[in-house]
């Protein structure tokens, strides 16, 4: 009977525990989002998200910043998403699940997700900027100096290379929803396999894609080691017109207002501002990514 | 299926009446599609190749011209400079301009080992020669920054420059031991309370909530260390370094908490029903079940969390760039400011010049950051899997 109270107890402030541990997850999260909120509400107005920067950072709006992560994510999308799609399809649908080249790629693909973002960031200096880019130059301008420095290019494709596996994943994930009966009717129409692919399956996992890419997106918008030395800028005065211009991104601007700028205390609205207009941007993309992510699971267990 | 088109493709050829039953047209598209959808799956392979091709291949000088012959008239104080960045540089040394026409005069032992460094980068990178090369004394150069690898001064911009890792190596250990001592006990009872004792109600919000954090942009958790957790943590513990790896390594494990905990959780409920219930049904009560029985078979899996979690801690940049002070020391005091490797390239790879000794440097530290990062994926993917399908199929 004591011995069974004992254990009661001791259940009892042993879930209380692993519940206090959720439950401290959560308030940092409130926490933080609570800050950056309450910091940066007075800040946002279509004045700020519209306008540039003024005085020396010290004053103005963010635009070029969200101009430039616009671009960023979109030029990074056109590059990732296909690709990431085209080797979910491989992985589901052609692959042999024990064959090795499977096996091997599925690695790849982890390996890709795990690597530090500021390796990639490494990469697209060695590899587009100065490989691939400077042979460009050479072929094309002559040897004049165009594409073998940091542009919006090279950094989006960098960006491309780090947010290649959440849309893998993603897309991966919505494939295998796709009931196998689907495909085999299909087959036994007469289809061939890649009509079924194109006409049964894609259009059938098309919130997975979305949901990859919204994922991807998001990812995008807020890392900026990658992209710390392939294309970002501190400061540009016109928004980028071309592959080859360098650019503004928030997360950046947000790095260097909170630590090179000369007088932080000055400029703390802006930066709560800024970091809200981000934060604000991944919360949409995440939580929109994780109610198509909800649905397509439903979908899978009904 | 291809193989299947073609096998009955030959089989309408080689036997006349006989109508298989896979027998299908062969298409062009079909097999096109085929070709091109492997053709673009093998390019995940293709990127971790050139990742790691690429940026061992920048950090490679070092060790390559530590071998050659250095000249030894060439004295440590003459430097060497040819191309457009001559005009920049305004090193107090004397200085040798070399046009580009010197390079094809070659005869001497400086040229021709100069010729080397040239054509190394030259077939890879370009034939483009705005970079600095520092012939002769580059090779001193590089060999006493080979020599201060293993040193504990990182003072790359001076006169003397010293590249020794080892603080940086250690400042990186540190961090990343305080954010998992942080994160993991957290990460890992949450994810049993979402595992074994929630109701559906609390999972559902649970799980997606901390799903969020893992979307938070590391810059804004470094923003949020900077300006709210580093003065709250300092009126807390009272220490002089405002920023530190302490609340560095705070921040950090903020950013590592949702990946342990997702793992972890997946580990968690991937242990079979059976397990559960036959364990309820010796009479062991909930908590029991859930600690004495689902976690010791999830451990595998645990261990993967806290694998990847570190590899995540270890790789992070903006939150080291923003809240760990950046001061390469070498003390073992969590409240002093430290500096990581990832941060170390963060910045200054902007401002080092391309060939230079300092970003060969730079690139090797990425490598040790790739390699150590690969290892750990590795581990968490092949030994842990292994162990864990073992444990729970029993086999």
Known sequence: MIKSFKNNIKGILIEGLTLSSALLIIAIIVVMIAVIVIGGKDQISWEFLTSFPEDGMTKGGIFPAIYGTALLVIIMSVAAVPFGTITAIYLTEYANENAIIAKVIRFAVRTLAVIPSIIYGLFGLGFFIKFVGVQMDNTFMGGQLKWGQPNILWASLTMALLTLPVVIVSVEEALKTVPKDLRAASLALGATKWQTIWKVVLPGSISGIMTGTILAVSRGAGEVAPILFTGVAYYVATLPASFSDQFMVLGYHIYVMTTQSANVDQTLPIQFGTTLVLLALTFILNISAIVLRYRIRQKKSN | ?395
């Not at chain 2, 504990?152 to 001076?158: A, F, I, L, R």
């Not at chain 2, 939150?319 to 070498?330: D, F, H, Q, S, V």
Request: glycine share 8%.
């Open chain 2, 1 to 395: 299926m291809t193989k299947k088109t073609k096998k009955g493709k030959k089989s309408t050829e080689n036997s006349s009446g006989l109508i298989d039953i896979t027998q299908r047209k062969f298409r062009w598209s079909d097999y096109l599609a085929e070709k091109i959808i492997k053709g673009v799956a093998y390019l995940s392979i293709t990127i971790v190749v050139l990742i790691f091709i690429f940026v061992f291949r920048e950090s490679f000088p070092i060790f390559k011209t530590g071998k050659a012959p250095a000249k030894t008239e060439a004295s440590a104080e003459v430097q060497e400079t040819y191309g457009e960045v001559t005009d920049q540089s305004n090193a107090p040394e004397v200085q040798e301009t070399y046009g580009e026409v010197t390079d094809q005069s070659a005869d001497s032992n400086v040229q021709e080992t100069y010729g080397e460094v040239t054509d190394k980068s030259s077939q890879s990178a370009d034939s483009d020669k705005s970079y600095t090369v520092s012939a002769g004394s580059g090779f001193d150069d590089n060999r006493s920054a080979l020599k201060s690898l293993l040193t504990k001064d990182w003072v790359p911009v001076s006169e003397n420059p010293r590249y020794g890792i080892i603080a940086l190596i250690i400042g990186t250990f540190k961090i990343t031991v305080i954010s998992i001592l942080f994160a993991a006990p957290i990460a890992i009872l949450a994810a049993l309370y979402t595992a074994s004792f929630a109701s559906r109600r609390m999972k559902e919000i649970i799980k997606p909530t901390i799903e969020l954090l893992a979307g938070f942009p590391s810059v804004v958790i470094g923003f949020f260390a900077l300006m709210v957790l580093a003065s709250f943590l300092q009126s807390m513990f009272h220490y002089d370094t405002r920023l530190n790896s302490f609340v560095g390594g705070i921040a950090m494990g903020i950013a590592a908490i949702p990946i342990i905990f997702t793992i972890t959780e997946d580990a968690l409920t991937a242990v079979p029903k059976t397990f559960n219930e036959a364990s309820l049904a010796l009479g062991a009560s909930k908590w029991q079940t859930a600690f004495f029985v689902i976690l010791p078979a999830a451990t595998p899996g645990i261990f993967a969390a806290v694998l990847l979690g570190i590899g995540r801690v270890f790789g992070e940049t903006m939150i080291a760039l923003m809240a760990t002070g950046n001061a390469a020391l070498m003390g073992l005091n969590p409240f002093e400011s430290v500096r990581t490797l990832a941060a170390t390239i963060g910045a200054e790879m902007a401002e080092v010049v391309f060939g230079d000794t300092h970003y060969n440097v730079l690139f090797l530290i990425g490598s040790l950051l790739f390699i150590f990062t690969f290892i750990l994926n590795a581990i968490a993917e092949f030994y842990v899997k292994g162990k864990l399908m073992k444990r729970i199929q029993g086999k």
